[in-house]
């Protein structure tokens, strides 16, 4: 209908490819740390690993939501969804912008100026889309697996996704036509989701804030985060369980039995 009316679409996902998480593509349960509340990133061997507290478990067989065997890492391209449109539209131009084609000199510009100038239908690409650009013909955007920032492995998901949407809708409709926003999502009560779909900032604020002062997540406590680089495995994770046990004595000594004590977790593996 859009395309048939000589209207733009444009389609995002906020990665290029693949996501650590692992989930049920039954019902979209993801496995998440117990203790630090971030999703589980896949390691070679079957194992779910957390990044902030190295805590580790196995990959399961079963959902433990819902019993299917349909658990996976969550996997998706820009170029699947490039080749997507165009075995469903034929007839429609399609753009791709994304790292891989925008690695030469001038090329994000020029992809930009040939969406502007109508020169293509569909712009299909990951988040830099969506920032701060005025196409007056765009009247459909889409949110494609918005799951993949939503379960990044880190407590800012959540307040990076509702950036993203709230920014995303505002490319929609900016002409003398209305504009639509579609999001895809196996979550689609998450407080994000909801917030980001009706603009309001203040209920997302206060969902966020409970979430933080329940985990202890900034801004509701400091949180001090030490990254060691090598390029031997094994030194590194030898010298950072000696940087937890020195920083546990030296704690012990300044804090003794004080309940303001800082809490250490780790040392775990950095997400990539």
Same mark, same amino acid.
């Not at 996976?72 to 790292?99: H, N, W, Y």
């Not at 020029?110 to 569909?122: P, Q």
């Not at 950036?163 to 900016?174: K, M």
């Not at 509701?220 to 390029?231: D, E, N, P, S, Y």
């Given at each position: 209908?859009?395309?048939? !009316?000589?209207?733009?679409?444009?389609?995002?996902?906020?990665?290029?490819?693949?996501?650590?998480?692992?989930?049920?593509?039954?019902?979209?349960?993801?496995?998440?740390?117990?203790?630090?509340?971030?999703?589980?990133?896949?390691?070679?061997?079957?194992?779910?690993?957390?990044?902030?507290?190295?805590?580790?478990? =196995?990959? *399961?067989?079963?959902? *433990?939501?819902?019993?299917? =065997?349909?658990?996976?890492?969550?996997?998706?391209?820009?170029?699947?969804?490039?080749?997507?449109?165009?075995?469903?539209?034929?007839?429609?131009?399609?753009?791709?912008?994304?790292?891989?084609?925008?690695?030469?000199?001038?090329?994000?510009? !020029?992809? &930009?100026?040939?969406?502007?100038? %109508?020169?293509?239908?569909? &712009?299909?690409?990951?988040?830099?889309?969506? !920032?701060?650009?005025?196409?007056?013909? @765009?009247?459909? $955007?889409?949110? &494609?697996?918005?799951?993949?920032?939503?379960?990044?492995?880190?407590?800012?998901?959540?307040?990076?996704?509702?950036?993203?949407?709230?920014?995303? #809708?505002?490319?929609?409709? =900016?002409?003398?036509?209305?504009?639509?926003?579609?999001?895809?999502?196996?979550? +689609?009560?998450?407080?994000? /989701?909801?917030? #980001?779909?009706?603009?309001?900032?203040?209920? %997302?604020?206060?969902?966020?804030?409970?979430?933080?002062?329940?985990?202890?997540?900034?801004?509701?406590?400091?949180?001090?985060? /030490? =990254?060691?680089?090598?390029?031997?495995?094994?030194?590194?994770?030898?010298?950072?369980? !000696?940087?937890?046990?020195?920083?546990?004595?030296?704690?012990?000594?300044?804090?003794?039995? #004080?309940?303001?004590? +800082? $809490?250490?977790?780790? *040392?775990?593996?950095?997400? @990539?």
């Amino acid at each position: 209908d859009r395309l048939s !009316k000589k209207e733009q679409i444009m389609l995002f996902m906020n990665r290029r490819g693949l996501a650590g998480f692992v989930s049920c593509r039954q019902c979209g349960y993801v496995f998440k740390c117990p203790h630090c509340d971030v999703s589980l990133s896949e390691h070679i061997g079957g194992r779910l690993v957390c990044h902030y507290c190295g805590y580790e478990q =196995r990959t *399961p067989s079963v959902c *433990p939501s819902c019993g299917s =065997r349909y658990l996976s890492a969550f996997r998706a391209g820009t170029q699947q969804i490039e080749r997507a449109c165009q075995k469903m539209f034929p007839q429609a131009r399609v753009l791709r912008m994304d790292a891989d084609t925008t690695r030469t000199k001038n090329s994000y510009e !020029k992809i &930009l100026c040939a969406f502007a100038n %109508f020169e293509a239908d569909i &712009l299909v690409g990951t988040q830099m889309i969506v !920032k701060g650009h005025d196409f007056p013909r @765009v009247t459909l $955007v889409s949110a &494609l697996a918005a799951d993949l920032s939503l379960n990044v492995g880190d407590f800012h998901a959540a307040e990076r996704t509702f950036q993203l949407l709230t920014q995303a #809708s505002g490319r929609a409709g =900016r002409g003398s036509q209305p504009g639509t926003m579609v999001i895809q999502t196996y979550q +689609p009560d998450h407080y994000a /989701i909801l917030a #980001s779909q009706k603009q309001d900032y203040e209920a %997302f604020f206060t969902e966020e804030m409970e979430y933080r002062r329940i985990m202890m997540y900034p801004p509701v406590a400091h949180l001090l985060q /030490i =990254r060691i680089f090598t390029h031997q495995e094994e030194v590194g994770v030898s010298f950072a369980a !000696k940087v937890r046990t020195t920083i546990e004595q030296r704690l012990q000594i300044l804090y003794n039995h #004080s309940n303001d004590r +800082p $809490v250490v977790i780790g *040392p775990a593996y950095a997400s @990539v």
